[in-house]
């Protein structure tokens, strides 16, 4: 069964740090691009950052520079740290996982984890 499991949000002062994590139980985690998107409330879901199977990286404008994304694939797991966080960084935060093989896409969602950035 696939599950992507993510942790490490919570609430943090503007200016500080962050690092989420998702564990992937979804089959050869190396072979999936993985990607972070959030939601705030009232809005749509938006691309943070991803990381390709060849480890290529794709930031949103809005975070470049603070945020970066990284993987581990002996422990099926993406990293997301997260520096210099503005109040506007806050939302539900969610992994992503997707593959196309064969023309067959294999797309997966966490359950999202909550940061919020507030003093």
């Known amino acids: 069964q696939v599950q992507l499991v993510e942790s490490g949000g919570g609430l943090v002062q503007p200016g500080g740090s962050l690092r989420l994590s998702c564990a992937a139980s979804i089959g050869i985690f190396s072979t999936y691009d993985m990607g972070w998107y959030r939601q705030a409330p009232g809005q749509e879901r938006e691309l943070v950052a991803t990381?390709?199977?060849?480890?290529?990286?794709n930031y949103a404008d809005s975070v470049k520079g603070r945020f970066t994304i990284s993987r581990d694939n002996a422990k099926n797991t993406v990293y997301l740290q997260m520096n210099s966080l503005k109040p506007e960084d806050t939302a539900v935060y969610y992994c992503n996982a997707l593959r196309t093989t064969y023309g067959v896409r294999r797309n997966y969602w966490g359950q999202g984890t909550q940061v919020t950035v507030s003093s």
């Open positions: 990381i390709t199977s060849v480890s290529n990286l």
